[in-house]
């Protein structure tokens, strides 16, 4: 495939080709390869989102290309912790954080919505403050490359390695997506890859603060994330 000219989007028709192509061809093929691909194809156009539970994929991205975007949602509700690793992210390693806000602090939120808007419509409170702040962040780029896994959940079982958001018109990459919660571990362990500690206090999945508890004993590792709720997702990969 041709490499992208650095900065000019592409138009929709051939990114979705694109990501047909590669989501044939790249479906078995190792993490890195899959991102120096997608280095390769969309150069500055390409962006990673991390939720910063740890950093492997902006690990492994930042491989495939030094200095690439990472893009982190900053919901106003993060966990101190999942601030203090973006923030170590930010002074580590060789990518270039981008913090997204929404378009409401927190207060401001409160003062139109009521208090704790996640508790009374929490699919409201994550469209005001993770799905609009990522579409408008992601208008600059023609590719976003995410953390899913399939063993994360049922609802990201059928996780595609890479495959055609149509939503925002976008390449979406899983880079490792067939990967287990082993194969993670073994990564940090072999490259040193900065974690939040929170998953060393019974976190198996880390979001913001009100949303999210400790995993118990037997449940899949997003059980923690709106425990008691039907809802499964932020709505970021409907
Ligand atoms: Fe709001 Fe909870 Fe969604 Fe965060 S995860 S945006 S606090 S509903």
Redesign the pocket.
Known sequence: MSIATAGQPRHADELRLLAERAGHDLEDAPALDVLRWAAGTFGPRLCVTASMADAVVAHLAARARPGIDVVFLD?G?HFPETIGTRDAVAAVMDVNVISLTPRQSVAEQDAEYGPE??DRD?DL??AL??VRPLAEGLAGYDAWATGLRRDESPSRADTPVVSWDERRGKVKIAPIARWTEEDVDAYVAEHGVLTNPLLQDGYTSV??A??TRRTLAGEDARAGR?AGLAKTE?GLHG
């Open positions: 919901t509700y808007l996640h929490p409170c994550c403050r993770k979001g913001c009100p949303c709106w932020c």
